[in-house]
């Protein structure tokens, strides 16, 4: 299986490491929302059929780094909107992986 990182260069179509760090940290982070959404003890626990969902918030993330915040722009005539949540098909994948709380 393709490593996470290797997934996400090749979505974005990004050759060479100038930007690794950067993805890394996405790829993280989303793995870090994973954890928490689903209740898993730690990133150990993420089933590997989550990993395609994860680079997708990665892509997401990717794509919206330096217009966090903005719900809106408009350039020349372009009017771009924003989704401030995560499209429902991420939210699914992770709610199949989700474990129940005890309280």
């Known amino acids: 299986m393709m490593a996470p990182l ?3 260069k090749l979505r974005l179509g990004i050759k060479g490491t100038e930007e690794d760090a950067l ?3 996405l790829l ?3 793995m870090d929302y994973a954890v928490n ?3 898993l003890g730690s ?3 993420i089933p590997e059929k989550l990993y395609g969902t994860i680079v997708d918030m990665a892509v997401i993330s990717y794509n919206k780094t330096g217009s966090e915040g903005l719900s809106s722009e408009s350039y020349a005539g372009a009017s771009y909107n924003y989704d401030a949540d ?3 098909g991420i939210l699914t994948a992770l709610q199949r992986e989700r474990l129940a709380v005890l309280v």
Request: aromatic content about 6%; charged content about 45%.
């Open 37 to 39: 959404y689903c209740n």
């Open 43 to 45: 990133r150990d626990d």
């Open 6 to 8: 290797e997934r996400l």
């Open 86 to 88: 995560l499209p429902e």
């Open 23 to 25: 993805l890394q940290l």
């Open 28 to 30: 993280d982070d989303a």
